[in-house]
């Protein structure tokens, strides 16, 4: 036990040399670890063969790796500063490295993701519409018009989450021609005033808490109506995103996640539309 624990805190002391590999080899046995220049955000297995564990509640450098004997895969990570990393995946069952530390130079590109700031510059009072290929100010008066019914007549609730005295909620899920009008509900129970800084929407695969590949797309708002600043204590608010059209896939589900603005409360929770 004394000699692991000495393996372990070399290794988090260790910084490493950056390592040029193409290829990552794996087996079910042992972990292989990938250690980045940036945090890691999303990483994305070609085949379930392969999975690839990473915190996604608390970024890290690192990720994990094990896989199955079966044919060849490739591994697709993003990092927090929107790196794109691309690996071959292949089963040894001897494994020549354990660790590999990845440089910046490995890039193989940058991607530019709507980051979460940009959710408050849309809230409300823009939109992508310019790409549309229709008049602005006429389209945002008809989105208004369609969300406001929406959340008018808005029943009941899909699904619902709860922690900590806060409620996430889908109250209903409408599809006009080629729009998406999703209303949601934030309920504050907590005694604390609640300030959303922005809530995601993703279609997610998989299961992260299992031994399988997790994957997940976020979809990008063109109109957001009545999104609230804030929630105080005992207080319901309702607003609606709308999304181009999408359809989801058998294995697909909707994945909304909602984060605080000025401290560390967060909600998650999945359905299927």
Known sequence: MKQ????????????????????IYVNENQNTALFFPEKVRQGIVGSENFVFSYSQEKPQYFGLLKG???STSNLLVLTQDGQIYS??????????????FIGIEESIGNEKPLKEKVFAALVEDTM??????????????????RAEYHLKNSKGEIKSR???GLKLAVGDMNYFKDEVYLVVALENQSGITFEPDYLNVYISRGNRKRNASYQKLLLEPIYIHQFPPNIYHHQEKKFVLVFPKFTLGENEELELEVREK???R?????FKG
């Open 87 to 100: 690996y071959v995946l292949s089963y040894r069952a001897h494994l020549p490295y354990f660790n590999y």
């Open 68 to 70: 199955v004997r079966g």
């Open 262 to 264: 000025k401290g560390s």
């Open 162 to 164: 709860k922690k900590k």
């Open 4 to 23: 692991l624990f000495l393996g372990v805190l070399g290794l988090l002391f260790f910084t490493g040399t950056a390592q040029t590999v193409d290829t």
């Open 266 to 270: 967060w909600l998650r929770m999945k």
């Open 128 to 145: 992508d519409v310019t790409q549309r290929g229709k008049d602005p100010k006429t389209e945002k008066n008809a989105l208004k018009m």
